[in-house]
């Protein structure tokens, strides 16, 4: 009755244990997602501002463009009115202004291209150091649940071995008290 008890309360503690571990592997699961949510969110945030600043780009070289524009037909017209060699000098001035100021934004905006492409990888070792400590955390958790298992056995086995024992002992002292009292019997035949 005792051994029963005792086998009813390790199966319950055994039950419990499984039933944490089962929680502790959803809690993970979902805290894993709510990163990687998290991360998707970032990522989907950062291309977001960097199409905004690419478009912000494009905008403000067409309206340097439209300004250049403007501005060397005045350059044109003041020629024509007035100076026409000088005009032509300051249009040409102004035009590799400009022809110096498109190429500026198109190598910032290469290095736009660079920083982003960086700020990815970045994100995709970080994303990789988290999937691998939750894949370790997940692994030691199965571990450690494997060795309290173990450990449940290897209690039950020294408990049956020791049940044994004891029932062995017992009987090999019921089988001497048994041996004295059938000499004591044979004794007393003997006597009488």
Same mark, same amino acid.
């Given at each position: 009755?005792?051994?029963?008890?005792?086998?009813?309360?390790?199966?319950?503690?055994?039950?419990?244990?499984?039933?944490?571990?089962?929680?502790?592997?959803?809690?993970?699961?979902?805290?894993?997602?709510?990163?990687?949510?998290?991360?998707?969110?970032?990522?989907?945030?950062?291309?977001?501002?960097?199409?905004?600043?690419?478009?912000?780009?494009?905008?403000?070289?067409?309206?340097?463009?439209?300004?250049?524009?403007?501005?060397?037909?005045?350059?044109?017209?003041?020629?024509?009115?007035?100076?026409?060699?000088?005009?032509?000098?300051?249009?040409?001035?102004?035009?590799?202004?400009?022809v110096a100021e498109i !190429? =500026? @934004?198109? *190598?910032?905006?290469?290095?736009? +291209?660079? $920083? #982003?492409?960086?700020?990815?990888? &970045?994100? /995709? %070792?970080?994303?990789?150091?988290?999937?691998?400590?939750?894949?370790?955390?997940?692994?030691?958790?199965?571990?450690?649940?494997?060795?309290?298992?173990?450990?449940?056995?290897?209690?039950?086995? !020294? =408990? @049956?071995? *020791?049940?044994?024992?004891?029932? +062995?002992? $017992? #009987?090999?002292?019921?089988?001497? &008290?048994? /041996? %004295?009292?059938?000499?004591?019997?044979?004794?007393?035949?003997?006597?009488?």
């Amino acid at each position: 009755e005792v051994a029963r008890k005792q086998a009813q309360i390790a199966a319950a503690k055994a039950r419990k244990e499984e039933q944490e571990d089962a929680k502790m592997a959803a809690a993970v699961a979902i805290a894993k997602k709510k990163a990687a949510a998290r991360m998707q969110a970032k990522i989907k945030a950062a291309a977001a501002a960097k199409k905004a600043a690419q478009e912000e780009e494009v905008r403000k070289a067409e309206v340097a463009r439209k300004q250049a524009h403007i501005e060397a037909e005045q350059a044109k017209k003041a020629a024509w009115e007035e100076e026409a060699k000088k005009a032509a000098a300051v249009a040409a001035r102004m035009h590799s202004e400009i022809v110096a100021e498109i !190429a =500026k @934004k198109a *190598a910032q905006k290469e290095e736009a +291209k660079k $920083a #982003a492409a960086a700020t990815a990888r &970045k994100q /995709a %070792q970080i994303e990789a150091e988290l999937a691998k400590k939750a894949a370790q955390e997940e692994a030691e958790k199965v571990a450690a649940a494997t060795a309290r298992k173990k450990a449940q056995i290897e209690a039950e086995k !020294a =408990k @049956k071995a *020791a049940q044994e024992e004891e029932a +062995k002992k $017992a #009987a090999e002292f019921a089988a001497r &008290k048994q /041996a %004295q009292v059938d000499a004591e019997q044979a004794k007393k035949a003997a006597q009488e």
